[in-house]
């Protein structure tokens, strides 16, 4: 538990959370939505600062980021909570484990989370991840903003002795918060839908907060790769398809749209599988819209989780689920067949490569 940075003393022992959009205000001996973050005394604690839920090595793809060093392995980090209440979550245990149980009592919250995590501070991460041979951190799993101070105190360090770091996220960081996560390298964000229906039935959040921080990640930090979750019958109409592809194509042609396959979960078991046909009538739409870099996620062995080059049609990168069978991109990101300059980061890592972001 540690004092958090990202929030504000207001009067009679409340305060405001400055995290996420919520901007939770919260009274003494509770917590925000996340449940994670508590109001102990008239000051905000982040209950799950050194004490990760889930901790694993994996490969880049899975995130899924495509355009970002392939190949890498990154020290995955996530804790319990979350802002969003998505009744598809697929980490629904990790995610909303303290909100039903703790009831938003601070103290009860911060009990349940220290009995059923680790221990691990900043510095011992960033050693484990060394000593496994990973290329940098993904804070991953549940959503990384309501644990930003835990996330940047690593990836502070990670920075420092050469290793990078990715957000993987639903996109309601506030601008204090994308200030403050300042040794963040990349960000992957969902786009879970295209309507304000949709965000507030299945997610308890705002679609417009949503587009604002996708816009301000890539005015602030010029990279990002977008992934949605298409589930039929709720995102998968043409209308809603070609909003996201337009939307993205406005922001940048060159974004990477990852397109992926819904599996029944958590409060939407009664849902079935997103039909292949979806999935690739959505591909389609993206590239009539202009988008250089559409990905089918969640169907190994589909040809369009591969990389093309946009000019010459050559697969540059070709994947099988979270594994690479050939990368031949230029450690200058070029196609070596036509020259054409693929957007992303390749070739191996180095910090000098954002310093000056």
Known sequence: MKE?????????????????????????????????RANINGKLYLLTYGHPAAVNIDPIEKKPFFHVYPGSKLFSIGTFGCNF??????????????KKESMLIGEKAKVLIERNSISLEPEEAVEKAILYGADGFAFTYNEPTIFSEYAESIAEIANRKGLFNVFVSSGYETPEALDYLKHINFFKIDLKGFSDEFYRK???????????????????RNYIEIVSLIIPGENDSDEELR???????????????????????????????TPIETLEKAWKIGKEEGLEYVYIGNVPGHE??????????????????????????????????????????????STRDHQNR
Not at 202 to 220: A, D, M, N, P, S
Not at 250 to 263: A, G, N, Q, V
């Open 202 to 220: 299945h997610c308890g959040t705002k679609f417009e907060y949503v587009l604002e921080t996708i816009k301000e990640i890539w005015k602030k």
């Open 243 to 273: 909003g996201m592809a337009s939307f993205i194509a406005e922001l940048d042609k060159r974004i990477p749209w990852h397109i992926t396959r819904f599996h029944p979960d958590y409060l939407l078991r009664n849902k079935p599988e």
């Open 4 to 36: 958090a940075v990202l929030y504000e003393k207001l009067n009679d022992g409340r305060v405001r959370c400055s995290a996420c959009k919520h901007r939770c205000v919260i009274n003494d001996g509770k917590t925000g939505i996340c449940a994670t």
């Open 85 to 98: 209440r998505c009744d598809f979550c697929q980490n629904w245990d990790l995610s909303q484990f303290p």
């Open 304 to 349: 369009k989780e591969s990389t093309y080059c946009p000019r010459c049609g050559n697969v540059l990168v070709e994947r099988y689920g979270f594994y690479i069978n050939k990368n031949v991109i230029t450690e200058d990101g070029k196609c070596p067949y036509c020259g054409y300059k693929i957007f992303g980061h390749w070739g191996r890592y």
